[in-house]
């Protein structure tokens, strides 16, 4: 059966957030699909769903059976997750809901669309869990699949858990389901205070002095480039597989500001370290090793970290200058 996405009813979970909501808008505008969003508003803003999606307050630690039905009502031919805790300063507070949804709620959601007859699922995971990594005596390592999986937080240890289930469920229940290791995304509608959303506001607000927590390495790429490389993946990849996605480019935070502060014409940026910003456990170098996807995919990135750093800022600057938690 031809697992193509276009115009056909595709389902996200947590299409009110951040990345699922350019999963949406992609679908709807790219793909000329039918989409309904479910979310439980908890970070994502109903006005970020695309008016032509359809939208259901559901929550996913709830009845297994409505989501389910959800599904089912809406004859949804593929299911995304992107609903999570996806902040990770909250799993070290409260790791038994950080768990509840981000595996339980996720696994919840995977039975249901699988019951619902869903031809594909895909289930946003992260690079996190690599919590042993590639260290600071090794910062041009990148991490592949073939990485050890050692989580330094409750989230990662939630993501892994629920990345496994991927693996299982397609052993043991043939569930047609693919796990994306997410690194970080950045671009318009972030809802979180992540890095580059932090540097801005700082940036904005208090001028070219910052508090940042260590200079660590990451990955970073446009959302809108996550939901076409995304779809491609769930059209060609392999089910019970657990792909890693990032750009293949890391770049120190420190560096990263430099880079802001450059865009929104504050530069030099002089940065002060702030204690409260530094993690228990830094995972010093998260750079994706793309192979594995690249083997399976065609499409690449195609908005540079300096184009999608200035969407961000303009986003910000439309948007009263305000992140939407703030
Ligand atoms: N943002 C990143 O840089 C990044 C990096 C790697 C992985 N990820 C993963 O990508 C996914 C999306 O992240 P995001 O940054 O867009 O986060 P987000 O918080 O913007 O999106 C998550 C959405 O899920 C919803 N949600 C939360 N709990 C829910 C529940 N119990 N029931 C129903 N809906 C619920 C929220 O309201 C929100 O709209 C997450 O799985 C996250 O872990 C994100």
Known sequence: MSRLVADCKVAIVGGAGFAGSHMVDYLINKRDCDVLVLDNLSAGRREFVHPNAKFVHADITGSERELYQHFKDFKAKFVWNYASIPYIPVSFERPLHVFNVNAMGALK????AQEAGAQAIGQISSAEIYGDGPDEENPTGKVSEEEKAVPHSSYGAAKLAIDSLCQ?????AKTPVIAVRQHNMLGE??????????????????GSTIELGNNSVRDFMYAGDQSRMATE???KGQ??????LGSEHGVKIYDLAQMIGGVMGVGPVNILVDPARLRPWEIWNLTANCAKIYSVISSRPEVTLEE?????????????????WE
């Open 308 to 324: 999608a750093l200035g969407r961000t800022v303009r986003y910000y600057l439309e948007n009263g200058c305000r992140w939407c």
């Open 233 to 235: 993946l769930l059209e």
């Open 168 to 172: 299982v469920r397609w052993k043991e």
């Open 109 to 112: 959601v995977i039975n249901a």
């Open 189 to 206: 509608r972030e809802t979180h205070p992540y890095v580059v959303t932090t540097i801005i506001s700082q940036l904005y607000h208090r």
């Open 239 to 244: 089910f019970g597989e657990v792909y890693g």
